[in-house]
């Protein structure tokens, strides 16, 4: 997937393994770990679902480089000599629609007013936290997860684990969308924006895995 390197997803699964190993000891179900695993071998399919035109920023090959060495950016975006990108907006499998199905669905099974106030602060959170990187698309903290963790804590203390999910993952995606609805597409640009993978995957996945641990703690 364009943004995560081969040693993050080594450490991801590194990591879900573990949290399989403690669930087992805690005689808790399988079944989360299992969807944190479809949502690792899912990430690396996009779906696009909509081409916008935006700018193409005036980059130095230096500063190319530095996007394909940081963000993983292909360098055959700026090949052509074109002075704008058809941009693709596609949403991730794995870091979008999978999540959002889960949460969905959670949310309407185990309904908590605490899910809908947290998932509000979220969509704020993550409007302002996130960036938009020309030649990349949008990033958010891989940490924004630690802020629905702490208010599920605070407001839902019984059932903090459920909340941090619902809230935290719907919270996210949502805010992702608004904040793709704020670009300037005759000031920035990039060849194509996911929602849910490149710059955000990471913070989705790390969401996910503190919420499954966290139901096992509680």
Known sequence: MQGTSRK??????FLLLALIGIRIRADASLLPPLLLALVLLAG????PIAKIRMRKPAHTWESV??????FSVSL???????????????VNLGGFAIPLACACYLGMTHPNLASLEICIVMIAVTHIMATFYDGFGIKIPDYIGVVPLLLA????PDDAAMVMFVAGVSGVL?????VLGTIDAEQ?????????GAGSFHAVY???LLAMLLDVVL
């Open 188 to 196: 920035q640009g990039c060849a194509r924006i996911s929602l849910g």
């Open 44 to 47: 690396s399919i996009d779906i």
């Open 8 to 13: 993050t997803s080594v450490l991801f699964w």
């Open 206 to 208: 790390v969401m996910m």
């Open 65 to 70: 480089h530095l996007l394909e060495k940081i």
């Open 153 to 156: 804590l605070l407001l839902a």
């Open 76 to 90: 055959e975006d700026f090949f052509d000599k074109k002075r704008f990108f058809d941009t693709t907006i596609t």
């Open 174 to 178: 949502i805010g992702l969308c608004t």
